[in-house]
């Protein structure tokens, strides 16, 4: 039975709803709100994003995720509620570390990012409006909207003063501070690029595939080291008389290849 908008006790909701069968509830200053569902197309935008967060944390591993429904409390000036991001980040060097059999966080999130669901006014507003409220009192470093309208993409820093700023440079790509080196285009996340397509872009090197670069590189260097030996090999055999039929026969190579050395000398 939907319980959204009922009036319960914080106690009642980690005893009862924070674990709700089915249904997916926050609490905001004794009041259950209901989690909307996304559309199709923001799940896959927000799925490209977290794959991409996924690899910049497995080669820089300053932080980890969580994104099972894990809630976390909010003590704000004037109210206390409890939120459930649809993915969190805790930094390494975060006062409350992210433990591995906890099933809620202790602390506060230094990144929160959010799939919007539009299916109606309330819905859009708790994520633009009070959540981005509630995540800059509590200390939450950024906040992230990802949604398949480019409108309604929004990516957020708090600075000294407390307030949320926008990460969104004009040439269209998020840097992050909290994650130092974490950047993406937003091209790329609206079209959910594939990231093995990314691995020689300049803005992802450091994190995307760096192990296949690496491939990359010690396979041409080996390349160019085979092919500086054939080059030696055929020229001094060329000084000492033999013709490029010979040469390549005694070193097991195409003839077309041995006069192609030889006309480059």
């Known amino acids: ?41 923001t799940y896959w935008i927000y799925n490209w994003l977290r794959a991409l967060l996924d690899e910049f944390l497995k080669w820089h591993p300053i932080a980890r995720c969580t994104a099972l429904e894990h809630g976390f409390r909010l003590a704000l000036s004037d109210r206390v509620v409890i939120r459930k991001p649809d993915l969190a980040v805790v930094r390494n060097d975060n006062p409350v570390p992210l433990g ?22 309330a819905a859009r507003e708790r994520d633009e409006v009070e959540k981005r409220r509630d995540y800059a009192q509590a200390g939450v470093r950024e906040y992230y ?15 000294s003063d407390g ?15 909290a994650l130092p080196g974490f950047q993406f285009d937003i091209r790329d996340l609206l079209g959910r690029t594939p990231l093995d397509a990314l691995r020689h872009d300049p803005l992802y090197q450091a994190f995307v595939y760096p192990q296949w670069q690496q491939e990359e590189q010690a396979r041409k260097q080996a390349e160019a080291q085979r092919d500086a030996t054939r080059i030696a090999a055929v020229t001094k055999l060329h000084a000492l008389g033999l013709d490029p039929m010979q040469i ?10 041995v006069a192609a050395i030889l006309d480059t000398r």
């Open 1 to 41: 039975m939907n319980a959204d908008g009922r009036r319960v006790s914080e106690a009642e909701y980690w005893a009862f709803y924070y674990e709700f069968p089915d249904v997916h509830y926050e609490w905001n200053n004794g009041r259950l709100e209901e989690k909307p569902v996304s559309d199709n197309l």
């Open 100 to 121: 591995d059999l906890d099933r809620s966080y202790r602390g506060v999130f230094d990144l929160c990012i959010e799939a919007l669901s539009d299916s109606n006014r």
């Open 145 to 159: 909207i990802v949604h398949h309208n480019p409108e309604r993409l929004t990516f957020l820093s708090r600075g």
């Open 163 to 177: 307030r949320f700023q926008s990460l969104l440079g004009p040439d269209g790509i998020v840097r992050s501070w």
């Open 248 to 257: 390549a026969e005694a070193l097991d190579l195409d003839r077309a290849l």
